[in-house]
């Protein structure tokens, strides 16, 4: 299937009666009975951004609520949510105030007003150069999140968020606070700092994510793959993007019809031929002369460490102008937590259990991104979506390669990891620390020798075997990192005592590091 514009969809089906007739019956659970099969279905067309239209408000007991007042516009809050449920804007104080202004009752103004803070980013900094100053705002769509707590999470030390039991008082309150952001103008481009990269969805055409997905509570795909259409649509636009994606979770949760996250084209194939397919896609956009459109494909470690590497290699090898992410759980979340070859020495999972004669995966864990790099001519990132910075460069560099890159990107998936629905970010951050999940990027431009190409930037103690917790001040280990996580627990005595293959998966994660000091030139 080639894909087409989303313009094109939107021609093909019916939009106003996908919305006014297909959804509502899903949403009320009456479809089987009321519909009747159709062309579009047969055709499995689902128009863009249908999953704005499915509303969570009841599917969890807590809500973020947002205090102004303690904000610095830091936006890690709205980079990692992984299912557009909170938003952020910035207004010059002339704008914001004409807005309010137009509610003219007093408690709705007074109301509105609390959401909006006066920050160092965008109020004194644009003042200073003889701007208007910008108020920032930070707002929650009920109707999307589902509250897994990641932004709080994330926020730290500011403290602006913070869960709160609902009731219908607090939803009208959000349902009211959200609708204003929707009729507030977009943030102006000037107040949008393009090297504070975080920044990115503060533009609409970087919101091409609409939530409304089916995915699991802080499910950590959903927060990459909405960080990739960002720094994406951001450069490029939705109108230039298509995305061929492997069987998998995120093929799921993107497509249970009628329900699409997605503003831009899409097509899901086979669970290991989605590079293959993309070649196909790749070379007709090219007859059409669509040379700058951008082209991803997505999978999961299963899709293209396992049973489609063969694809993905033959894709890396053809030269072309190809972008791969790959969503990295180390297991086949999507049907049942399997082991998979990216899954990690002593891991308890499906197929790598852990009893009387086997404790747990005992085969070292395949990296990708080391093989990827090996293909000649190929862009390769390893990175992680809790150092926005690291992962935004990554995929802007990867856009900007005339050829295949790969991106690959640490993803918490809490059931199989056995973490909290609020620690994707947190845990990811660790297993970058602990060399469990180094970060690096490889480009071919920097140079002939591995050492010009290979950065280790990004990682803590880039010369030391292990980073040293400033607070314990014992090393973060690969031990110290499976200790935080439920698929490892059996592998503990009583004592907190780690079992010989855990150790040996310690080695090697500890011989993996050392081969990319080497590689980079830092041994």
Known sequence: MTLVQTSEIELLVDFD??????????AAGRAARDLAADDDLGRSLVPPGTGA?????????????????KCVGCMDCVNACPDTAILGKALPGSVLNQQIAALRDNGAIAEQRENWAKTRKYFDVPAARGQDGAFFGIFVDPTKCKGC????????????LRMVQKDETLLDQARRSFAFYNSTPETPAEYINEKSLGDFMLAERSLLYTGGAGSCMGCGEATALRMMLAATGFAYGSENIGIVNATGCSSVYASTYPYNPYKVTWTNSLFENAP???????????????QGKRLWVVGGDGAMLDIGFGSLSRMLMSGLDIKVLVLDTQVYSNTGGQASTSSFGGQDSKMASFGRAQSGKSERRKDLGAIALMHPGVFVAQTVTSDPGHFYRAIMAANEFPGPAVVSVYT????????????????????RDSRAFPVFVYDPRQGERMRDRLSLRGNPSMRDDWAVDPVTGKPVDFVEFARTEGRFARQFDADGNPSQSLLRAREDRLAH?????????LR
Request: include cysteine.
């Open 17 to 26: 009666d996908f919305r006014n007739r297909i959804l509502p019956a899903y």
């Open 53 to 69: 239209f499915r509303d969570f408000s009841h599917l969890a007991p807590e809500i973020p609520v947002f205090d102004a007042a």
């Open 149 to 160: 707590g990641e932004c709080v999470d994330v926020c730290g030390a500011h403290d602006a």
């Open 276 to 290: 293959a397919d993309a070649m196909g896609v790749r070379v007709r956009w090219n007859q059409q002369g669509w």
């Open 412 to 431: 918490t998936c809490q059931p199989e990891h056995g973490v909290g629905d609020n620690m994707a970010a947190h845990q990811a951050k660790l297993a």
């Open 513 to 521: 590091w050392r081969m990319l000091q080497e590689l980079a030139g």
